[in-house]
């Protein structure tokens, strides 16, 4: 889902040469030294961290004590106002970020591990087992995810935070399975990969040491969209009443919002908390990837075009001269 | 021929596996969810209803491998089982009056988001660096990631309810019939510019930046250089050149898009009680209507599995290379 929301260029670094080591030249450090955008994107991805892991010491007030009289536009006491049930929203902004974040890291953790084990293995091994587990792939990533996992939801019925992420994280790892076995396809018949196997070394070694290293942008920007889509997965089934309506998260906050009327009543502040969280964080992840883009994909980054530019400049300069 | 037959392969092992998908998860699930239903509807239902349900959702004695085989058949049959909600009315019937909403409102939002995002691309592409290109790329990754429900309100809020320019809710003006006339498709319109506009914006940036990605690796093509060095006009070189080669990358974007789409579709529709599909499977979801609901999944996931197989047909039209590499 996730995958058309970010720079989506996967396709764009599979050919062309490139250097068998970039990865320890163009590590996470290394993107974010020379790139604004990751390092814009960093900064809020870390704030918004840092507000997950403080969400009981800045939080004002209980996110769900309803003992604040309904419907305040924001106040000194009520910095975001409060909801229609008299609940402090910036409260339940600050713990609504701490559960998408956990949701959405939890999920991604189980897609990325799902990704590796169908994308990255079989790709290694070859074979029957790559095809097969292709082919299961992209019937994977044809099937529409949110349907799919709306009616997941709806059979559990009540879920709870852990039945959230296996949820998104069972229905969305394909895209990234996809990217991560064609990267590795091209990788695992590769010369130093070769060597690696003939003096000894094990499967697992092989693929964590030699073929990770070598894809660790594109691993990087496939945790990245990862995460937003699962973020943006919970928020929908939040959204649709398929959530943990008991917890307070960016999705619940739209829900309670939509559904107690904020767009009839005028309540601006109790909509936006919670949809502009999921956009901003959103956002800082798709600064960090496409400064990734630009540092590992050459043809992306701005210098070349300009001394291109440069040297088209001078290359016909030089027929001006030697026409006159 | 061989590409063809290869995606028309791929095209039913797909949809039989969304229809197994929805034969397995009502019993994968802990506890059968459909035991939870019966109980709910026993007294609304007529007993013949309700044993077709329970045999529907494996609330029986009977082996798997058989039920199994209950289930295709009843599927190859056209026979999608009766909706709880609207009982007794059979879910097809309500699929067929609501799809076409869908179709109409996903399929122009994509073709509007893919057309437009795609030439602003090239235009980002053409002036990459300069500050409209930092503009466009920055802004659009902003309108990427919010989510759709939340545009949505957002526009209802201001353009619906604040600012009253457009309808807050349905497909058309309830006092008109709905016909084939111009001034009923004009309130077809109307009604569905709010949902296109919440489908098209956070699809945007998906096509721009496709697009101008893939101009900026076929600029620095070789071909291009030396378009450029025998003096060909920037336009020429733009679109005639570049834009040719780099758009088709974005074609095969399109699988990708459309799943996004259907996502986004569902969210919409509920927020503009817009009749869709999307709209329904709200409403089945929310009455834990399992059969309407099923249904619902089934024709979403084989309506994107059709449109998957004919922009895979449209790509081996448009690129020679991929239908040659199906017959070697």
């Given at each position: 889902?996730?995958?058309m929301?970010?720079?989506?260029?996967q396709?764009?670094?599979?050919?062309?040469?490139?250097p068998?080591?970039?990865?320890?030249?163009f590590g996470?450090?290394g993107v974010?030294?020379k790139?604004?955008?990751?390092?814009?994107?960093?900064?809020?991805?870390?704030?918004?961290i840092?507000v997950?892991?403080l969400?009981?010491e800045?939080?004002?007030y209980?996110?769900s004590n309803t003992?604040?009289?309904?419907?305040?536009?924001?106040?000194?006491?009520?910095w975001?106002?409060?909801?229609?049930?008299?609940?402090?929203?910036?409260?339940q902004?600050?713990w609504g970020?701490?559960?998408s974040?956990?949701v959405?890291f939890?999920a991604?953790?189980?897609?990325?591990l799902l990704?590796v084990?169908?994308?990255?293995y079989?790709?290694?091994?070859?074979?029957?087992?790559?095809?097969?587990m292709a082919?299961?792939?992209?019937?994977?990533?044809?099937?529409?995810?949110?349907?799919?996992?709306?009616?997941?939801?709806?059979?559990v019925h009540?879920?709870?935070?852990?039945t959230?992420?296996?949820?998104i994280g069972l229905?969305g790892?394909a895209?990234?399975?996809?990217?991560?076995r064609?990267?590795?396809?091209s990788?695992?018949r590769r010369?130093?990969?070769?060597a690696a196997?003939?003096?000894?070394?094990s499967?697992w070694?092989?693929?964590?040491h030699e073929i990770?290293?070598?894809m660790?942008?594109?691993?990087?920007a496939?945790?990245l969209y990862?995460?937003?889509?699962?973020i943006l997965?919970?928020?929908?089934?939040?959204?649709?009443?398929l959530?943990?309506?008991?917890?307070?998260?960016?999705?619940?906050l739209?829900?309670?919002?939509?559904?107690?009327g904020?767009v009839?009543d005028?309540?601006?502040?109790?909509?936006?908390?919670g949809?502009?969280?999921?956009?901003v964080?959103g956002?800082?992840?798709a600064?960090?990837?496409?400064?990734?883009?630009?540092v590992?994909?050459?043809?992306?980054r701005?210098?070349?075009m300009?001394?291109?530019?440069?040297?088209?400049?001078?290359?016909?300069?030089?027929k001006?001269?030697?026409?006159? | 021929?061989?590409?063809?037959?290869?995606?028309?392969?791929?095209l039913?092992?797909?949809?039989?596996?969304a229809?197994?998908i929805?034969f397995?998860?009502?019993r994968?699930?802990?506890?059968?969810p459909a035991?939870?239903?019966?109980s709910?509807y026993?007294?609304?239902?007529?007993p013949r209803?309700?044993q077709?349900?329970?045999?529907?959702f494996?609330?029986?004695?009977?082996?798997?491998?058989t039920?199994?085989?209950h289930?295709?058949?009843?599927l190859?049959?056209?026979?999608?089982g009766?909706?709880?909600?609207?009982?007794?009315?059979?879910?097809s019937?309500?699929?067929?009056s609501?799809?076409?909403w869908?179709l109409g409102l996903?399929?122009t939002?994509t073709?509007?988001?893919?057309v437009?995002?795609t030439?602003?691309?090239?235009?980002?592409a053409?002036r990459?660096?300069?500050?409209d290109d930092?503009?466009?790329t920055?802004?659009?990754t902003?309108?990427?990631?919010i989510?759709?429900?939340?545009?949505g309100?957002?526009?209802?809020?201001?353009?619906?309810?604040?600012l009253h320019?457009?309808?807050?809710?349905?497909?058309y003006?309830?006092?008109m019939?709905p016909s084939?006339s111009?001034?009923?498709?004009?309130?077809?319109?109307?009604?569905?510019?709010l949902?296109?506009i919440?489908?098209?914006?956070?699809g945007?940036?998906g096509?721009?930046l496709?697009?101008r990605n893939?101009?900026?690796?076929?600029l620095?093509?070789d071909?291009?250089?030396f378009?450029?060095?025998?003096?060909v006009?920037?336009?020429?070189?733009?679109f005639?050149?570049?834009?040719?080669?780099?758009?088709?990358?974005?074609?095969?974007?399109f699988?990708?898009?459309v799943?996004?789409?259907?996502?986004?579709?569902?969210?919409?529709e509920?927020?503009?009680s817009?009749?869709?599909?999307?709209y329904q499977?709200?409403?089945?979801?929310?009455?834990?209507d399992?059969?309407?609901?099923?249904?619902?999944?089934?024709?979403i996931?084989l309506?994107v599995?059709?449109?998957?197989?004919?922009?895979?047909?449209?790509?081996?039209?448009?690129?020679?290379?991929?239908?040659?590499?199906?017959?070697?």
């Amino acid at each position: 889902m996730a995958e058309m929301r970010i720079a989506g260029t996967q396709d764009a670094k599979h050919d062309g040469p490139r250097p068998i080591r970039n990865a320890s030249r163009f590590g996470w450090i290394g993107v974010l030294k020379k790139n604004r955008k990751a390092q814009v994107g960093f900064i809020i991805f870390m704030g918004f961290i840092l507000v997950a892991v403080l969400a009981p010491e800045i939080a004002r007030y209980s996110p769900s004590n309803t003992n604040f009289p309904p419907l305040e536009p924001p106040s000194a006491q009520h910095w975001f106002g409060t909801t229609g049930l008299g609940q402090d929203v910036y409260s339940q902004f600050i713990w609504g970020t701490r559960s998408s974040l956990i949701v959405g890291f939890g999920a991604t953790l189980i897609s990325t591990l799902l990704a590796v084990a169908v994308g990255m293995y079989p790709a290694y091994w070859g074979g029957w087992l790559d095809r097969v587990m292709a082919t299961f792939t992209n019937i994977f990533l044809v099937i529409p995810g949110l349907p799919l996992m709306i009616v997941a939801a709806a059979y559990v019925h009540h879920s709870n935070t852990l039945t959230m992420m296996a949820i998104i994280g069972l229905t969305g790892w394909a895209g990234r399975a996809r990217v991560l076995r064609s990267q590795t396809l091209s990788l695992a018949r590769r010369e130093f990969v070769w060597a690696a196997r003939l003096t000894g070394a094990s499967d697992w070694r092989v693929l964590v040491h030699e073929i990770l290293p070598n894809m660790l942008s594109l691993f990087m920007a496939s945790l990245l969209y990862g995460i937003l889509g699962a973020i943006l997965a919970e928020a929908g089934l939040e959204f649709l009443g398929l959530g943990n309506l008991s917890g307070v998260s960016w999705g619940s906050l739209l829900y309670w919002a939509n559904n107690g009327g904020a767009v009839l009543d005028g309540a601006w502040w109790w909509l936006l908390p919670g949809g502009l969280g999921i956009a901003v964080f959103g956002t800082s992840l798709a600064l960090m990837n496409f400064g990734l883009d630009e540092v590992t994909n050459p043809r992306l980054r701005q210098m070349s075009m300009v001394s291109r530019d440069r040297l088209m400049r001078a290359w016909r300069a030089l027929k001006g001269e030697s026409s006159l | 021929m061989r590409y063809i037959v290869d995606r028309l392969g791929f095209l039913f092992i797909s949809a039989w596996a969304a229809v197994t998908i929805n034969f397995i998860l009502p019993r994968l699930m802990p506890g059968n969810p459909a035991l939870l239903m019966v109980s709910r509807y026993q007294g609304s239902l007529s007993p013949r209803a309700l044993q077709a349900i329970k045999l529907e959702f494996g609330v029986t004695s009977q082996s798997l491998i058989t039920q199994y085989g209950h289930y295709l058949s009843n599927l190859l049959h056209g026979n999608l089982g009766i909706s709880l909600t609207y009982y007794p009315v059979p879910v097809s019937q309500i699929i067929a009056s609501s799809l076409p909403w869908t179709l109409g409102l996903a399929g122009t939002a994509t073709i509007i988001a893919a057309v437009l995002g795609t030439m602003i691309g090239i235009w980002a592409a053409w002036r990459r660096s300069h500050w409209d290109d930092t503009l466009l790329t920055t802004s659009t990754t902003f309108t990427g990631a919010i989510p759709h429900q939340f545009l949505g309100l957002l526009l209802l809020f201001g353009l619906g309810y604040g600012l009253h320019w457009f309808p807050v809710a349905h497909a058309y003006t309830s006092s008109m019939t709905p016909s084939w006339s111009l001034p009923f498709m004009e309130t077809v319109a109307y009604h569905a510019f709010l949902p296109a506009i919440t489908i098209v914006v956070p699809g945007l940036g998906g096509w721009l930046l496709h697009m101008r990605n893939n101009m900026i690796q076929t600029l620095g093509d070789d071909y291009i250089v030396f378009a450029r060095a025998k003096g060909v006009s920037p336009r020429n070189l733009m679109f005639r050149h570049a834009a040719r080669n780099a758009l088709l990358p974005s074609v095969t974007n399109f699988a990708m898009a459309v799943g996004f789409v259907v996502g986004g579709v569902v969210l919409v529709e509920e927020i503009f009680s817009y009749p869709g599909v999307g709209y329904q499977l709200f409403t089945a979801v929310s009455n834990e209507d399992y059969p309407l609901m099923q249904g619902l999944f089934l024709i979403i996931s084989l309506s994107v599995l059709v449109v998957n197989f004919l922009v895979d047909l449209l790509y081996a039209w448009l690129d020679p290379r991929v239908r040659r590499e199906g017959e070697t």
